[in-house]
């Protein structure tokens, strides 16, 4: 017969050598964080398979994505370009009215005749 263990719900572990001698361990914690080892009961042994309704009646559930992640990356991409499309061009205009002064306003609507 080999080692024997037995483990408490304080955490406590008692083990049994081949021989018979008994070796008794304390959880590390229970020096620095006694109120933490404080007997819990057992605890209940899982189920083997989730019931057949698992996900049929759940209120909160992870939202399904609307794009993939390539198409999320994407349109951040494509928004971020036209983001710095629209900044180059506010600051060309910039330049050039700082440069030429501002344009005239246009005043006549109909075409030049020739």
Not at 15 to 27: D, E, N
Not at 56 to 61: F, L
């Amino acid at each position: 017969m080999g080692w024997a263990e037995q483990q408490l719900p304080d955490g406590t572990l008692i083990l049994t050598s081949p021989a018979g001698q008994t070796y008794v361990t304390t959880p590390g914690s229970a020096l620095l964080f006694p109120s933490l080892c404080l007997s819990v009961g057992g605890f209940p042994s899982p189920e083997v398979e989730p019931p057949q309704d698992y996900c049929g009646q759940r209120a909160a559930m992870m939202p399904k994505r609307r794009r993939t992640r390539a198409q999320d990356r994407a349109h951040r991409v494509a928004t971020e370009r036209t983001q710095n499309r629209k900044a180059r061009h506010a600051e060309r205009e910039q330049r050039q009215a700082a440069y030429f002064g501002p344009a005239p306003p246009d005043t006549d609507d109909e075409p030049p005749p020739f």
